[in-house]
């Protein structure tokens, strides 16, 4: 395969070098992050004074860690470092968990993440001859304008679709030659459904690629898309503390996401003790973000579980890869005792063939247990008054969950675009728990 670099460069630097970079960033950064009062604290706390106190990169561990819970003590202005005059944008996350927080750009920093973003689209192939439909939320959710702006970078022609509205998003596919799409994973399979529903033939579209992100998917998942669709599907990284998408992306060999370790400095420790793991193993990304001057944010917590592969990627980037994360640490359900993630059912539904491509796990309290149910959508073609066949396929997701999760959950199966279909970020798992209990 032949690989194209953004910034050959850059992407390609020796590690001592790219370490060295990281060293004069993080320096940087921590001088900026001095002038915001919450840092001014903690810092000053921790021993640290002036960038000078900051020696080596392995310093970077006497910088205590933040937490969502800190950004949100400090709404509004509490982590601004710029006089409020040179801010020319905001971004808040989703809130996916809680109270959004909300994160400062000025001038340089819009600059350096259109940049990250560009690379990242750049890695997957695309160039400016294609064209690229931003099936996302535009708004305060970083992937609509952060997706935007490094299309435009790489000159290709950006159609600001935004979510929703499937057949609107066929006609615009089918009328302006749409080659590569932007979407969360639940959304392209949502898309995938409604044009066998509708009709569109596949050779309509001139559809190659994907990128999905935003929430976490398993590898059957990926590769269910990208059957369905015959498109290459491209994991997508980021959050709005780190600027938004483009922290880490999927190369052409699509093996993890390459973290762009020139404006990231990433860590995996033990969420519990909050020590690093060993090299490989799985915990808590923590990130320090070394290219947004406005909003500093160092080491922070992002409570979404990976770990780093320990090869070097075949497409020649020295930029260590991440594996697919698998969800946040308070994404974990307790059942009966058991640990459980959601997409431990996830990986297991969608490697079976005959479920369709949407599904729900609902969790509920019945006398003193807790009771599961997964719920799926059938695939089209299966038929919903056909008892004899639908109870066995019922009975054979249940096994295999069964073995899969060591959990007994009860099985529903529902008429294929019957379960509910959230634009943005899905929402996968119903907790029905009395929240005291
Ligand atoms: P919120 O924290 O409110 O969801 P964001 O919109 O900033 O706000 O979302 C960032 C989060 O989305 C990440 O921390 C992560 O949990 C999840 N996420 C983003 N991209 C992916 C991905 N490719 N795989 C798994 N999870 C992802
Ligand atoms: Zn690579």
Redesign the pocket.
């Known amino acids: 395969m032949i690989y194209q670099y953004w910034n050959e460069r850059m992407e390609t630097l020796p590690r001592a070098e790219l370490e060295a970079y990281q060293l004069e960033q993080l320096k940087k950064i921590v001088a900026v992050a001095l002038r915001t009062p919450f840092y001014q604290k903690r810092l000053g706390e921790a021993g640290i004074h002036d960038a000078d106190d900051i020696r080596s990169l392995a310093d970077i561990r006497r910088v205590p860690f933040t937490t969502k819970h800190d950004l949100r003590d400090g709404f509004p202005y509490g982590f601004l470092s710029v006089p409020k005059d040179e801010v020319i944008r905001l971004h808040a996350?989703?809130?996916?968990?809680g109270t959004?927080t909300t994160i400062y750009f000025n001038k340089e920093d819009i600059a350096r993440w259109t940049n990250f973003v560009a690379r990242s689209i750049y890695a997957t192939g695309c160039n400016k001859t294609d064209v690229f439909q931003n099936m996302i939320t535009y708004g305060l959710?970083?992937g609509g304008l952060g997706f935007h702006f490094g299309g435009e970078a790489v000159g290709m022609l950006v159609i600001p679709s935004g979510a929703g509205n499937t057949t609107r998003q066929f006609k615009l596919m089918q009328d302006f030659g749409t080659t590569v799409v932007h979407a969360t994973p639940s959304f392209l399979l949502h898309v995938e459904a409604k044009m066998r529903e509708e009709g569109v033939m596949r050779e309509s579209l001139a559809l190659k690629r994907a990128f999905a992100?935003?929430?976490?998917y398993s590898e059957d998942t990926r590769r269910r898309i990208e059957a369905l669709l015959h498109i290459d599907v491209y994991?997508?990284?980021?959050?709005?503390?780190m600027n938004g998408p483009g922290v880490a992306f999927e190369c052409q060999t699509k093996d993890g996401l390459h973290i762009w370790e020139d404006g990231y400095i990433a860590e995996i420790v033990n969420p519990d003790t909050l020590e690093p793991v060993p090299d490989g193993e799985v915990g808590e990304l923590v990130l320090t973000c070394l290219c947004r001057e406005a909003s500093p944010i160092l080491r922070y917590r992002?409570r979404?579980l990976t770990g780093f592969y320990t090869e070097p990627c075949s497409c020649g980037r020295t930029h260590r890869r991440l594996r697919r994360?698998t969800g946040?640490t308070d994404d974990m359900l307790i059942i009966n005792g058991v640990n459980l993630f959601p997409s431990q059912i996830e990986e297991v539904i969608m490697s079976i063939k005959e479920v369709g491509n949407n599904y729900l796990i609902v969790v509920e309290k019945e006398g003193v247990l807790d009771r599961l149910t997964v719920k799926t959508e059938v695939g089209l073609g299966i038929f919903m008054d056909d008892t004899r066949p639908l109870n066995a396929l019922k009975e054979r997701i249940r096994k295999t969950l069964q073995s899969m999760i060591t959990i007994n959950p009860r099985v529903e199966l529902h008429e294929s675009g019957s379960l509910p279909v959230s634009e943005g970020?899905a929402k996968r798992v119903q907790d029905n728990r009395p929240k005291d209990v």
């Open positions: 996350s989703s809130g996916t968990t959004p959710f970083t992100g935003a929430e976490p994991n997508s990284y980021g959050l709005s503390e992002t979404d994360i946040r970020k």
